[in-house]
Each structure stands twice: as C-alpha cells, then as structure tokens.
C-alpha cells in the first residue's frame, strides 16, 4: 500500500502558477505510474497529466504546454507544475499511484487539494 498526501492547491488568479506535491509514505518502487486527476464540479475525474516508472509523460491536450509533471525519488515525491492558469482549470487535483500486479491493478489516491482560478 501506498498513501498519498496532496499539498499547493490555493487561490490564484489567471495567467498565474501553482505548483502541487504529491507526498507518498513509500518509495516508487513497484509504482508503475503516478498521475494527477482532476475533478471540476459537475464534471467527472479526468487525467491531468502522468508518468511512468521510466519517466514517459503523457498530459491532456488542454494542459500541454502549461503543466508539467516531475518526480524527486529521494523525496518520494511527485509534482505538478501549473503556468498560465485559466478559470477552467479550477478544480480539486488528486494525486493517483497506480500499481500492476500480475492481472490486477491497484490505484491509490488522495484526499485532493482545491485549486481555484479565478479574479
């Protein structure tokens, strides 16, 4: 198991950045993936941007360019750069650890960190 601890979410207004971290209570050895989601009132979850244990990166369109996601393994920790920040991204951002084993997959999350953008 793996617990995952969001921090950096706040009010910013658009044009800004905000940076996310993304503390978990073990390494990444075993985590295949770690991600970040979001979920804007109304809306369902969608992915934000992930990376793989090998470091493959993968954003959705609506982020490329603006978010950046990065990882410190001696700080067991994952980031999420965010520049340019518009209204529409205003949401609660949860950090995923996904895991494979054998035929399964084991997704751990967290309790979300709320970013708001807005004047």
């Known amino acids: 198991q793996v617990q995952l601890v969001e921090s950096g979410g706040g009010l910013v207004q658009p044009g800004g950045s905000l940076r996310l971290s993304c503390a978990a209570s073990?390494?990444?050895?075993?985590?295949?993936?770690m991600g970040w989601y979001r979920q804007a009132p109304g809306k369902q979850r969608e992915l934000v941007a992930a990376?793989?244990?090998?470091?493959?990166?993968i954003y959705a369109d609506s982020v490329k360019g603006r978010f950046t996601i990065s990882r410190d393994n001696a700080k067991n920790t994952v980031y999420l750069q965010m520049n340019s920040l518009k209204p529409e991204d205003t949401a609660v951002y949860y950090c995923?650890?996904?895991?494979?084993?054998?035929?399964?997959?084991?997704?751990?999350w967290g309790k979300g960190t709320l970013v708001t953008v807005s004047t």
């Open positions: 990376m793989e244990s090998g470091g493959n990166t």
């Open positions: 995923n650890a996904r895991q494979v084993s054998g035929p399964g997959t084991m997704d751990y």
């Open positions: 073990r390494s990444f050895f075993s985590i295949n993936a």
